[in-house]
């Protein structure tokens, strides 16, 4: 109804370089302040009030300023955005509703004034608005509601010219446009009409699990990116700030090792607010530009919806606001040691059941947990713990959200969201894959390891790299190590000939450069080489292990199929794995033809959850079912004999079986006084 307000406040605002009709979208900050309050009962204007605003970054334009008719010395006279604002609630407060009693609501042209200009603004210099600023009425929209079949209407002006109003009295101080405002309102409220159901702006986001089944509009949704890699999802409203975001509607992106990539899907509640999202597209994030564009309903979906229903219990507390994320945890960390970890002034929602601690398919911990907090003020006491010590290691804390628990969740109970590992087996094919068998292994350090590589360096650049002690290489002996994505790590293992050369050529060429990058060269074994390639990680301080491999009912290391698409599938014997000598008992091998190949490395890429990587989290393992590491070539599983007129002698197995059974049998034995050995 017509009195459900007492007064309108037809509001008004320009910035610095901008009119609001072109869109303040260069973050220009506000110059001029005009309000025209009408009393609604008498339709009277009770009085205007025009305030400049002293700019604190922006450099205004002359010219513009010229035309809002404000000179450069009232700009340095004038208060402040924040004491301007104090002045209008003042206002609010003592002349239009001393007793508290009497409504007032907003009235502007257009979203862009409040939505896109002043709370933007507001956000960024960390003030806060009177609450009569979290409700208006759309000037442009009303004017729709009395004239639905007029088109064409832009500005204020195109109002004034249909409803006949004369603006030939108006003066240019920069209550023009507030005046043609408050003309039309008189106009729309002669004619009868109700202001009622004004429009609202979120005060914060809401967080919480998102509906599973319910639609999503893809012309509601955009994707974020260029996000600071530690923003949280209220980082991501507070960008949006004047924005209507929906429950649970910002998901910020992991990458394939559970980190933040710095990409976030937002789910807007109109399609009128995502294309003002847009217009926000490479405005600034404290130092760093945000690129917007628009999302699909698919994307938003495929990262909050389908939590499992552990995740959804924990999400759906109502008790719950806040989420924090705990990374470190001992395997064997209890609810009791959590909650005795954060301590009485701490309270976690719930006790025990306000925790969700992230396993493994099989049940194992991985050393991660969310836990939810009553408030924000609790959250920050409990984010102030970060890196403090539970039993002998310390916790990682971080901020967390609904959709980056729905994701973690669905990472480690199923397969990952976004697509890792090896590129598929078409690029693949491209790359010379070495066998398993050709790789030397024992504890003689005769093998070096090369880090720091440039990630462009090939094979003939090693060897222009170590110089004349590239003679002393084993054919096939150059093995780059590649990342998850088949490119080159700046990694790579070489196998010299014997020890000595080994220790020379660390010696020699350790920090020796390579281009513009100086590169690190260390002496290793062969166990030490391939502990490396299936997964565990070298230094000066020795070996990390690798987590366990999942093993085939065989016996046989499980790795994914996509490693070893090139190899024909062979189940090795059962009972003959633990028979085969070990290299230790072996004589060394014959040396393979000299063909140098680029080794895709054998051990399956880890996941973590994000934000970045722990440094007490080990690779994780996920098995391809029904898959079994093929054995080497039947052709090169050889019996040899020592040399003789005719050269070496050998006797070749087609049968993996055979051959095994051979070497069980006759390697430890003399044939004819001559020396034998596997290769």
Not at 341 to 366: A, H, K, P, Q, W
């Amino acid at each position: 109804m017509a009195a459900a307000h007492k007064y309108l406040v037809v509001f008004y605002c320009a910035t610095a370089n901008k009119t609001l009709e072109d869109g303040p979208m260069d973050e220009d900050e506000i110059v001029l302040i005009v309000w025209v309050v009408i009393d609604v009962l008498t339709n009277q204007i009770v009085g205007p009030c025009r305030n400049v605003v002293q700019p604190t970054l922006t450099q205004p334009d002359p010219d513009h300023l010229s035309e809002l008719g404000i000179d450069f010395q009232d700009l340095i006279k004038a208060g402040n955005l924040s004491e301007t604002l104090d002045q209008f609630k003042q206002y609010i407060t003592t002349e239009l509703n001393p007793n508290g009693n009497a409504a007032v609501c907003l009235c502007t042209d257009g979203q862009t004034t409040l939505r896109q200009c002043l709370f933007p603004e507001v956000c960024n210099k960390n003030m806060e608005l009177p609450d009569c600023f979290y409700t208006f009425f759309d000037l442009r929209k009303e004017f729709k509601k009395v004239y639905p079949i007029v088109n064409e209407i832009t500005s204020t002006k195109d109002m004034a010219k249909h409803l006949g109003i004369d603006m030939s009295s108006a003066n240019n101080n920069g209550m023009v446009e507030c005046q043609i405002m408050a003309a039309v309102v008189q106009k729309l409220i002669e004619k009868g009409h109700e202001f009622k159901n004004p429009e609202y702006i979120s005060r914060k986001l809401e967080t919480g699990p998102y509906p599973k089944h319910e639609i999503v509009d893809n012309e509601t949704v955009v994707k974020v990116r260029g996000l600071p890699w530690q923003s949280s999802d209220q980082d991501v409203a507070k960008f949006f700030r004047g924005l209507n975001i929906v429950k649970g509607g910002v998901a910020l992106c992991l990458n394939a090792q559970g980190r933040r990539n710095g990409e976030a899907i937002v789910r807007f509640a109109s399609k009128e607010h995502r294309d003002l999202g847009l217009k926000r597209h490479k405005r600034h994030m404290g130092s760093r530009y945000i690129e917007v564009y628009k999302g699909t309903a698919e994307d938003f979906l495929k990262i909050v919806a389908d939590a499992s229903h552990e995740a959804a219990n924990f999400l759906s507390r109502s008790d719950g606001h806040v989420i924090v994320k705990m990374r470190g945890l001992p395997f064997s960390a209890t609810p009791k040691e959590v909650l005795e970890f954060f301590g009485e002034d701490c309270l976690v929602s719930g006790g025990e059941d306000g925790m969700l601690f992230v396993r493994y398919n099989d049940g194992r911990s991985t050393g991660d947990a969310f836990v939810l907090f009553p408030t924000e003020e609790i959250a920050l006491t409990a984010l102030k713990k970060h890196k403090d010590m539970m039993r002998e290691r310390y916790i990682e804390l971080f901020r967390s959200t609904a959709a980056e628990v729905t994701q973690v969740i669905k990472r480690y109970s199923s397969l990952p969201l976004i697509p890792s590992g090896p590129p598929p087996p078409t690029a693949i094919a491209q790359i010379p894959i070495l066998p398993q068998h050709v790789i030397t292994s024992g504890s003689v350090r005769n093998c070096i390891r090369l880090r720091g590589l440039p990630f462009a360096a090939k094979v003939e650049d090693i060897m222009m790299f170590l110089g004349e002690y590239a003679d002393a290489i084993r054919p096939a002996g150059i093995h780059m190590v590649l990342n998850q994505q088949g490119r080159p790590s700046g990694d790579c293992f070489i196998q010299m000939t014997n020890e000595t050369k080994a220790a020379q050529t660390a010696g020699q060429c350790h920090r020796k450069h390579m281009g513009e990058r100086y590169v690190e060269v260390f002496q290793c074994s062969g166990d030490e080489m391939n502990f490396v390639l299936m997964g565990g990680t070298l230094n000066r301080n020795g070996l990390s292990p690798p987590g366990q491999p999942p093993i085939s009912p065989n016996g046989a290391i499980t790795p994914p199929n996509q490693y070893f698409s090139a190899f024909p599938t062979a189940m090795q014997p059962t009972g003959l794995i633990g028979h085969i000598p070990t290299s230790a008992q072996m004589p060394s091998r014959v040396p393979a033809p000299t063909t140098y190949y680029t080794t895709q490395p054998m051990y399956i890429p880890p996941y973590f959850p994000s934000p970045p990587i722990s440094p007490n989290t080990g690779p994780v393992y996920y098995p391809a079912p029904n898959f079994t590491m093929a054995p080497p070539d039947p052709t090169a599983v050889q019996l040899q004999y020592g040399a003789t007129a005719g050269g070496p002698a050998c006797d070749s197995y087609v049968m993996y079986a055979a051959a095994a059974h051979a070497v069980l049998e006759k390697n430890l034995q003399n044939l004819c006084n001559t020396e034998q050995q596997l290769v």
